[in-house]
């Protein structure tokens, strides 16, 4: 059975930092381009952070650029998201994604087909 799961979510202070990671199940995934996804309470989910299989390329959303940092431990079958210098509007639940086989990096939810469940993240003083 293909499965994403994320943990590391909690709350933090702002200016604050924590690690979300993904681990993956049922497939192999460095053979899969891996995106994380928020979404805050009343908006629409959005792209934050992508990083292709082997090659280890990444893009991210401007919002979070130089704040957060997307790797990955293949030999554990891990995706991780650094945050560091969390803001309240990091507030959010993140998602994980595999991207589909046929695509790589990319921001739009349409390229990936396989999702976690989430796991919430509060930025509050």
């Known amino acids: 059975q293909l499965q994403l799961v994320e943990s590391g979510g909690g709350l933090v202070q702002p200016g604050g930092s924590l690690r979300l990671s993904c681990s993956g199940s049922?497939?192999?995934?460095?053979?899969?381009?891996i995106a994380w996804f928020r979404q805050a309470p009343g908006k629409e989910r959005e792209f934050v952070a992508a990083?292709?299989?082997?090659?280890?390329?990444?893009i991210y959303a401007a919002s979070v650029k130089g704040r957060f940092t997307i790797s990955r431990d293949n030999a554990k079958n891990t995706v991780y998201l650094q945050m560091n210098s969390l803001k309240p509007e990091d507030t959010a639940d993140y998602y994980c994604?595999?991207?589909?086989?046929?695509?790589?990096?990319?921001?739009?939810?349409?390229?990936?087909?396989?999702w976690g469940q989430g796991t919430q993240v509060t930025v509050s003083s």
């Open positions: 990083i292709s299989g082997s090659s280890r390329s990444t």
């Open positions: 994604a595999r991207a589909k086989a046929e695509y790589g990096l990319g921001a739009q939810q349409s390229r990936y087909d396989v």
């Open positions: 049922g497939f192999t995934l460095d053979d899969y381009a």
